[in-house]
T-cell receptor
């Protein structure tokens, strides 16, 4: 069965600093992987997705993620954090019956 | 840009009452889903729906839950007799090709 582990329930960075949110997956088949963002009191917005094409995936708002099969990882990065990036970020894997399996989420805090 | 909409945004109900949560998926999408997020916990899959029938349901989705697509645009989740533990944010999602799911803003259900 597929699963997702997000290391770090909270990550704090300074504005302008690199953002790195970690996600490791477990899947017996080539995975489809996703990052979603949830701003306070809002729904889930798709940031980016990996669907077995390019291993470096670019998403919205300057975020990108790299699929590393050898490390079973799909970490999310952004070179320079902005105050507006403060939100909760969820990594998810699509299972064989097309339902999303979510990680526990990482809350990103951006300090001025 | 088309989006998934959900009504109401917040529903308060008493234990034992029936509630219906409504969703309007993106118009040309074929796959529909309900997920929920209990406060402070991860997003969990409830049910998927395709071709006018349930494709898959989780252990959470017991006989108290039902889904329906009463017309060409709405997708509803009914909880027959609500319990305190049903209090959560309920998200509807839809997708065109089963793997890229777009989420609505959610309905916060509070059972008292």
């Amino acid at each position: 069965a597929q699963s997702v582990t997000q290391l770090g329930s909270h990550v704090s960075v300074s504005e302008g600093a690199l953002v790195l949110l970690r996600c490791n997956y477990s899947s017996s088949v080539p995975p489809y992987l996703f990052w979603y963002v949830q701003y306070p009191n809002q729904g889930l917005q798709l940031l980016l997705k990996y669907t077995s094409a390019a291993t470096l995936v670019k998403g919205i708002n300057g975020f990108e993620a790299e699929f590393k099969k050898s490390e079973t990882s799909f970490h999310l990065t952004k070179p320079s954090a902005h105050m507006s990036d403060a939100a909760e970020y969820f990594c998810a894997v699509l299972d064989s019956s097309y339902k999303l399996i979510f990680g526990s989420g990482t809350r990103l805090l951006v300090r001025p | 840009e088309p989006e998934v909409t959900q009504t109401p945004s917040h529903q308060v109900t008493q234990m034992g009452q029936e509630v219906i949560l409504r969703c309007v998926p993106i118009s040309n999408h074929l796959y529909f889903y309900w997920y929920r997020q209990i406060l402070g916990q991860k997003v969990e899959f409830l049910v998927s729906f395709y071709n006018n029938e349930i494709s898959e349901k989780s252990e959470i989705f017991d006989d108290q839950f039902s889904v329906e697509r009463p017309d060409g645009s709405n997708f509803t989740l009914k909880i027959r007799s609500t319990k305190l533990e049903d209090s959560a944010m309920y998200f509807c999602a839809s997708s065109k090709e089963a793997y890229e799911q777009y989420f609505g803003p959610g309905t916060r259900l509070t059972v008292t």
